[in-house]
């Protein structure tokens, strides 16, 4: 928001403040000032000058020999001019020996074609205020000579360029900011004067308001004016309007666009005439209906668009743009002007919804101010009469379904001392917000109730209040002061203490953390529906996203897995073939009918990894081989260490998405599933555009915490000695080596077993294979004898022989 000293001073006092004082104060309560131009700069030395005499140049028939004023009694100066569009008696801008014009060109005494020339007369293109160098900038004719150029143009200004925050719509404005500094500086806020004059018939006999939405419409004014005329504005109007970065274009557009830029109530002007039935309507869009807005494009509207409308079609987009049918052009002679208070969402939905951004839909979607309709409305016609001539028509067509309330919020006297740690004097905290407009209601010896006036829309609570307090006293005036009490540190939740050690031990394997996003496309996680016979299932569909950033993000994702292997696809694609990638985030599954919680979704969180590429860099002491599914297994086993699960179970194959020969699926001792590892599927790496023999592996977070234990259990060293054998078992292929395990460990005496041969091949037929298992055998309170440990050893045959899930022959 550009806001003009000059215009600003019209409204508070400024006189002994510089601007950049000014600057820093506005920018210490909260209107960050960003930038600070003084539009005169470049001017100095160039001043107006009236021309006396005008002679042809004796040597050049394109030149003239002038002589002019400059005013302070100084004798005249001949100058040496190249322009025709003067006449004797002009006030003309004279740039003085040793001045410098704003495009760099110094000005010296010197002679043109053998005449002498002290300064040049200056078009509008060389004093950089326009782009017309057809001539010399006439100047009115009652700028006396002498006058600085800056001054007799209305640039001696200075701009600031004010960040405003959207909670604060109150500021886009030269009132509002006018009331920020009144309240800084204890100075009286200066509100501009209508000085509105009504003659003939009464306005509410010449048009109408209809408002068939009030939930998106509180309240709709409109006032007539006729006799106007279509006409350029004054210089002065123009050059203020330009200034803050508004384009003139008309004496009555101007009007409604001063308005805003000095009060901030977004205005509108229609041409009556063009207004069927001289009625408006306040409506929402119908379906199929279209408007062609004054950028001459023709939209297609929404049912939640708001719309003004006359008897027959939409005149404009409420809020954000007019319509090109009821536009005010050169022929328009009877205005009808429109002031009224839309609902900020709505508004702030159909600009988006448009892509139109506009002055009054940057104001109307943060908040207008309600009490401002009417104080605007008047404002605007009487600078249109004043502009324009027109006549002013009794009355205000006023349709207000929705009145105001002003709201009340009560401030403890002992409440800024609580928050800010000093406190803030009675007299003091009436001064400061009876500055900024908040009337005090009811008082007692504990606080005070006081009105929240209708401009600051972000004022609820009294913290709210205290805010206004301490932003305009200064930041800086809060004391340092320690805390009365100082917390304990909390513990740190288990949660957290289970994901510190997984990623621990993940990037102790040589992994890298992943962050994607919490959503993916429908076809990346259709690859991984599928049962263990490669059938396609019918799983739960994905959550599906109403407003995705992208078409490829559509749903929530229900696996790590597919945010992963497009990671390691990116990565291929730049040739990075070694990867390890982890992530640990949450997965979403729809929530069962009637299930239990609020929430549209079952999250839980995941630990999940890819690899591919070399075990690790060929050198003098490996030589490059690749991953391959143990190296997976050591990193699950890694995982499971860390979260102190102990006793878990390898069950081939997998899930669906891995390959059946090269997977296992992990459960803990009580039979809970924790999740699976494995090569990837061809058909899921086909899908990914990925190579075979890449590794992957996900696993529940909630299931690792609840089947281990993060304190450490101390086991005493066993004081009896261990009894080692051997079993060698020849199986069916299909037979899984953990049933065997199983099958040992069920006798009492079984301290560990464990499997550390495979063998297949000749002499054994096909379909058969031969497992070798090291079994220790211990007692908790004696010493084993070789009696005992021959009979337990026996047991274990016997039970392999018989065990219909084994059925194995026993080898010496």
Known sequence: MRISLQWLSEYVELAGVSAEELARRLTAVGLEVEGLTRLGQGLEGVVAARIL????????????????????????????????????????????????????????????????????????????????????????????????????????????????????????????????????????????????????????????????????????????????????????????????????????????????????????????????????????????????????????????????????????????????????????????????WFAPAGIRRTSRRHGLKTEASYRFERGADQGMVVPALDRCAALIAELAGGTVRPGVVDAHPRPHQALEVRLRWSRPAALLGSPVPQVEARRILGGLGFAERAADAEGARFAVPSWRVDVSIEEDLVEELVRTQGYDRIPETLPAIAAATPLEPAEARTLARLREALEGAGFSEAVNFSFVSEPDLAPLRYDLEGRKVDGPAAIPLKNPISTDLGVMRTSLVPSLLRNAARNRAQRVDDVRLYEIARVYHPRAPGG???????????????????????????????????????????????????????????????????SARISAADGSVLGTVGELHPRVAAAFELPRGLLSFELSCEALARSGSLTPQHRAIPPFPAVLRDLALVVEEGIQAEAVLAAIRAEGLVEEAALFDVYRGAPLPAGRKSLAVAIRYRAPDRTLTDPEADAAHGRIVERLRSDPAVRGELRA
């Open 53 to 340: 005499t005008s002679e042809r140049h004796p040597n050049a028939e394109k030149l003239s020999v002038t002589t002019v004023d400059r005013g302070g009694g100084a004798p005249p100066l001949q100058v040496v001019c190249g322009a025709r569009n003067y006449a004797v008696g002009d006030v003309v801008p004279l740039a003085t020996v040793g001045s410098v014009l704003p495009g760099g060109q110094k000005i010296e005494k010197a002679k043109l074609r053998g005449v002498e020339s002290s300064g040049m007369l200056c078009s509008a293109r060389e004093l950089g205020t326009d782009a017309d160098a057809s001539g010399l900038l006439i100047l009115p004719g009652n700028v006396a000579p002498g006058t600085p150029i800056a001054r007799a143009l209305g640039l001696d200004d200075v701009l600031l360029e004010v960040n405003v925050t959207p909670n604060r719509p109150d500021c886009l404005s030269h009132i509002g900011v006018a009331r920020e500094v009144a309240a800084l500086l204890g100075r009286e806020v200066r509100h501009p004067a209508s000085r509105l004059a009504e003659a003939g018939a009464p306005a509410a006999s010449l048009a109408r308001v209809r408002i068939d939405a009030p939930e998106r419409c509180a309240r709709y004014a409109a006032r007539v004016v006729e006799g106007v005329r279509i006409g350029p504005s004054p210089g002065w109007l123009a050059r203020r309007l330009e200034a803050c970065g508004v384009r003139s274009i008309s004496n009555v557009v101007d009007a409604t666009n001063y308005a805003l830029l000095e009060l901030g109530h977004p205005l509108h002007a229609f041409d009556l005439d063009k207004v069927a039935g001289a009625e408006i309507v306040v409506r929402t869009a119908r379906p199929g209906e279209k408007l062609t807005t004054l950028d001459a494009k023709v939209r297609d509207l929404d049912p939640e668009d708001l719309l003004i409308c006359d008897r027959d079609r939409g005149s404009a987009l409420a809020g954000v743009m007019g319509g090109g049918d009821s536009e005010i052009s050169a022929g328009t002679t009877r205005v009808l002007l429109e002031s009224a």
């Open 596 to 662: 239990a919680g609020d929430e549209p979704s079952a999250e839980g969180l995941r630990v999940a990894g890819v690899m591919a590429g070399r075990r690790a860099p060929p050198g003098w002491a490996v030589g490059g081989e690749a991953v391959d599914f143990y190296d997976a297994k050591a990193a699950v086993e890694a995982l499971l260490e860390a979260a102190g699960v102990t006793g878990a179970r390898w069950q081939s194959p997998g899930a669906g998405w891995l390959h059946p020969r090269h």
